[in-house]
């Protein structure tokens, strides 16, 4: 009986709403080729869809040190990843369910989805161009600048 619990515990973010699937999509569909994807973890809708057109970086799968930078500034460094001509066009994809693996792992400081979320809301570098209770997506401004 054991094994149900840790197995099925998974379902808190293996499982993702309709808002989910739209904000997934919506970026899905919308990033032209060479796009830069930046994620909390590599969970979420259609994450293997158009794997060989974009540039996909789940932070959780960046070194310590990275996550810490981003914590500390992450509308500065995720500003950086996101400005230049590296990429046709760069997303943020924040989702529930990413937001519970990161929760229920433990793999980033408590606080530290709330505070990236919180930090990109509340830039004139970062507009919000999908926004639900569920998931939210970010793009640089244009006019932004470095």
Known sequence: ??????????????TFTPHEVAASSYVLD???????????????PGQWKRYEDLTYVPITG???????????DPVG???????GDD?????????????????ATGILPVGAVNRLRHALEASPRFKLVYASPEA???????????
């Open 87 to 103: 990429y046709a066009r760069g997303y943020v994809l924040l989702t529930r369910s990413q937001e519970r693996e990161v929760e």
């Open 30 to 44: 919308d990033a032209p080729s060479g796009s830069l994807l930046v994620t909390l973890t590599a969970n979420y």
């Open 77 to 83: 460094v995720l500003g950086g990843w996101l400005d």
């Open 136 to 146: 939210q997506v970010f793009q640089l401004r244009s006019d932004a600048g470095g």
């Open 62 to 72: 960046e070194p310590a040190s990275t996550w810490g930078r981003i914590d500390r």
């Open 1 to 14: 009986s054991g094994f149900l619990f840790g197995y099925f515990g998974k379902d808190s973010y293996y």
